[in-house]
Protein backbone atom coordinates (compact mmCIF):
# COMPACT_ATOMS: atom_id res chain seq x y z
CA UNK A 1 0.00 0.00 0.00
CA UNK A 2 2.70 2.58 0.99
CA UNK A 3 2.71 5.97 2.48
CA UNK A 4 0.77 8.63 0.85
CA UNK A 5 -1.96 11.17 1.25
CA UNK A 6 -5.33 12.21 -0.12
CA UNK A 7 -7.33 14.84 -0.23
CA UNK A 8 -11.09 14.61 2.33
CA UNK A 9 -13.57 16.94 2.79
CA UNK A 10 -15.22 15.21 6.04
CA UNK A 11 -19.45 15.93 5.91
CA UNK A 12 -19.59 16.25 9.62
CA UNK A 13 -17.83 19.35 9.86
CA UNK A 14 -18.98 22.90 8.53
CA UNK A 15 -21.89 24.28 7.11
CA UNK A 16 -23.82 22.84 3.86
CA UNK A 17 -22.72 24.16 1.15
CA UNK A 18 -19.06 24.86 2.84
CA UNK A 19 -16.43 24.46 -0.59
CA UNK A 20 -13.15 22.69 -0.32
CA UNK A 21 -10.53 23.54 -3.23
CA UNK A 22 -7.53 22.05 -4.09
CA UNK A 23 -5.84 23.68 -7.20
CA UNK A 24 -2.73 22.34 -9.17
CA UNK A 25 -0.05 23.40 -11.26
CA UNK A 26 0.36 22.42 -14.30
CA UNK A 27 3.78 23.75 -15.81
CA UNK A 28 4.95 22.69 -19.37
CA UNK A 29 2.04 21.66 -21.38
CA UNK A 30 2.96 21.94 -24.85
CA UNK A 31 0.59 23.66 -27.37
CA UNK A 32 -1.73 22.17 -29.83
CA UNK A 33 -1.70 18.93 -27.85
CA UNK A 34 -3.79 16.52 -25.53
CA UNK A 35 -3.35 15.57 -22.53
CA UNK A 36 -5.15 13.45 -19.81
CA UNK A 37 -6.13 13.73 -16.16
CA UNK A 38 -7.14 10.66 -14.26
CA UNK A 39 -7.58 10.42 -10.86
CA UNK A 40 -9.38 8.46 -7.80
CA UNK A 41 -12.64 9.84 -6.53
CA UNK A 42 -14.74 8.80 -3.54
CA UNK A 43 -18.22 10.20 -2.62
CA UNK A 44 -19.37 7.82 0.32
CA UNK A 45 -22.53 8.79 2.34
CA UNK A 46 -25.91 10.09 2.18
CA UNK A 47 -26.55 13.59 0.33
CA UNK A 48 -22.46 13.64 0.36
CA UNK A 49 -22.24 16.79 -1.78
CA UNK A 50 -20.95 17.51 -5.38
CA UNK A 51 -17.05 17.16 -6.50
CA UNK A 52 -16.36 19.62 -9.66
CA UNK A 53 -13.19 19.74 -11.54
CA UNK A 54 -12.27 23.22 -13.42
CA UNK A 55 -9.81 23.37 -15.92
CA UNK A 56 -8.43 27.34 -15.45
CA UNK A 57 -8.95 28.13 -19.34
CA UNK A 58 -12.46 27.03 -18.94
CA UNK A 59 -13.03 29.05 -15.72
CA UNK A 60 -17.23 29.24 -15.48
CA UNK A 61 -18.35 25.41 -15.81
CA UNK A 62 -16.83 22.34 -14.37
CA UNK A 63 -15.24 19.60 -16.90
CA UNK A 64 -16.55 17.13 -14.83
CA UNK A 65 -18.73 16.77 -12.25
CA UNK A 66 -20.30 14.31 -9.93
CA UNK A 67 -22.88 14.31 -6.72
CA UNK A 68 -23.31 10.97 -5.49
CA UNK A 69 -21.23 7.74 -5.26
CA UNK A 70 -23.33 4.61 -6.69
CA UNK A 71 -21.31 2.93 -3.46
CA UNK A 72 -18.66 3.81 -1.41
CA UNK A 73 -15.81 2.60 -3.44
CA UNK A 74 -13.36 4.69 -5.07
CA UNK A 75 -13.95 5.15 -8.97
CA UNK A 76 -11.79 6.39 -11.57
CA UNK A 77 -12.23 9.76 -13.66
CA UNK A 78 -10.88 10.72 -16.30
CA UNK A 79 -10.59 14.44 -18.52
CA UNK A 80 -9.37 15.10 -21.53
CA UNK A 81 -7.42 17.97 -21.76
CA UNK A 82 -6.90 19.62 -25.21
CA UNK A 83 -4.80 22.56 -25.41
CA UNK A 84 -5.12 24.82 -27.98
CA UNK A 85 -2.92 28.40 -28.82
CA UNK A 86 -3.50 28.57 -25.03
CA UNK A 87 -2.45 26.18 -22.61
CA UNK A 88 -4.08 25.20 -19.51
CA UNK A 89 -1.88 26.26 -16.52
CA UNK A 90 -4.48 24.61 -13.37
CA UNK A 91 -6.80 22.32 -12.62
CA UNK A 92 -9.17 22.73 -9.24
CA UNK A 93 -10.71 19.95 -7.47
CA UNK A 94 -13.61 21.48 -5.56
CA UNK A 95 -16.21 20.15 -3.53
CA UNK A 96 -19.40 21.06 -2.56
CA UNK A 97 -20.66 19.61 1.43
CA UNK A 98 -24.49 18.66 0.76
CA UNK A 99 -26.63 17.94 3.65
CA UNK A 100 -25.53 14.70 4.83
CA UNK A 101 -24.19 14.38 8.43
CA UNK A 102 -22.02 11.42 7.79
CA UNK A 103 -19.54 10.57 4.53
CA UNK A 104 -16.41 11.99 2.75
CA UNK A 105 -15.44 13.24 -0.64
CA UNK A 106 -12.34 11.98 -1.31
CA UNK A 107 -9.68 12.47 -4.03
CA UNK A 108 -5.98 10.73 -4.83
CA UNK A 109 -3.32 9.53 -7.27
CA UNK A 110 -3.87 12.53 -9.67
CA UNK A 111 -1.76 11.86 -12.59
CA UNK A 112 -1.93 13.82 -15.92
CA UNK A 113 -0.49 11.98 -19.07
CA UNK A 114 0.33 12.94 -22.39
CA UNK A 115 -1.88 11.71 -25.37
CA UNK A 116 -5.65 10.73 -25.16
CA UNK A 117 -7.36 9.30 -22.17
CA UNK A 118 -6.46 5.46 -22.14
CA UNK A 119 -10.34 2.91 -22.27
CA UNK A 120 -11.25 1.48 -19.56
Known amino acids: ????????????????????????????????????????????????????????NKKTAPVWEQNKGEDERWRTGKIEIFQGAETTNSVTFESERGKGKTGEIGVDNVILISGLCPED
Open 1 to 56: QGDGYYMAVPAFVGHKKDMGRLKLLLTDLKPKSSYCLIFSYRLAGERVGKLRVFLA
